[in-house]
């Protein structure tokens, strides 16, 4: 299939142009962003050399939906987008932190608490929790936002103490991570999922204003369960059917590579890409409530710039 690896655009006003684990970033005359989703896709931290058909655009639009569903929460970054695989919105001065919060004991924080460990960020876990139960009531676990190389766990004293964030600053962005999370909860429910955990970036507006930038509730920065089977595996002792890039992650662990020293790359078959590509176009048939029609995109790099070049004249 034709996929989006990477792109080399040369943009109207254009003045840099940064690439990402997924997403290459356009800056236009230094206050407007042109993000494209590319379809390639990251584990632990590294990118794969394999894209993943139509995850762009899956990415894309079901985090064009849930920004514009918590506009009434916090004031985003996104002004428009003009083509599938597109967001064109305001460049804000980013918060040097992920917001990364967790309804379950799953995926990062399960392996940290299978390993022994009981306390994550600074959040203190009881013994005795099994693999992907519930929390009495959701933490958030925060992590740095590395340039390069993997993101690191931090607490909120540390956030505080190296003076990333005031305390005032910090506790309104828990605040609104909390708030985000039940409204992404609540919508989840509504399509029979679960939202096990996720992620939110932050940035501030040349008037000091918080607003929420990147992405939201997509499979990459996302867990979701099945609401209809989750009880009954866990009664079974059984990991719930899930939809998230967490089907690939422990592809590559049972395969044994989690970007460590040493360990190579297994070979990514097509078999894996095309099941991979079905459980993002799954999501955003679920999450979405709509069926995503293949048929309506082809992808094409220069339809993409010719797009983005019609949405900036429209600014």
Request: hydrophobic share 30%.
């Amino acid at each position: 299939m034709n996929c989006i690896y990477k792109t080399d655009f040369n943009l109207p006003g254009q003045t840099s142009k940064y690439e990402g684990k997924v997403r290459d970033v356009y800056t236009i005359e230094d206050n407007i962003l042109v993000v494209v989703a590319s379809d390639r896709i990251s584990a632990f931290d590294i990118i794969m050399p394999k894209p993943i058909p139509k995850k762009g655009q899956v990415l894309n639009q079901i985090s064009l939906e849930m920004l514009n569903s918590t506009k009434d929460i916090i004031d985003n970054w996104l002004i428009s987008s003009p083509d599938p695989n597109v967001s064109i919105g305001r460049k804000l001065n980013p918060v040097k932190i992920e917001m990364v919060i967790r309804g379950y004991l799953s995926g990062h924080s399960d392996r940290l608490y299978k390993s022994g460990k009981r306390s994550i960020c600074g959040v203190e876990l009881p013994n005795g929790l099994v693999s992907h139960q519930k929390f009495d009531n959701p933490i958030i676990t925060p992590s740095t936002k590395a340039d390069h190389g993997h993101d690191e766990d931090i607490s909120k004293l540390q956030i505080i103490k190296q003076n990333i964030l005031s305390i005032d600053q910090y506790e309104e962005i828990e605040e609104i991570t909390h708030k985000l999370f039940k409204r992404g909860t609540e919508i989840a429910k509504q399509r029979g999922l679960i939202l096990v955990d996720t992620k939110y970036e932050f940035g501030y507006d040349s008037n000091n204003k918080l607003c929420l930038i990147d992405e939201i509730h997509t499979p990459d920065s996302s867990r979701y369960f099945y609401s209809d089977s989750y009880s009954d595996c866990i009664d079974k002792g059984i990991p719930p059917m899930q939809l998230s890039k967490e089907f690939f992650r422990q592809w590559l662990i049972e395969n044994d590579f989690q970007g460590k020293e040493n360990q190579s790359l297994p070979n990514i078959t097509n078999k894996i890409i095309n099941d991979v590509s079905d459980r993002y176009i799954e999501l955003y048939n679920q999450i979405l409530g709509i069926k995503y029609d293949k048929s309506k995109s082809t992808n094409s790099i220069n339809q993409i710039e010719k797009n983005i070049i019609k949405g900036l004249e429209s600014l």
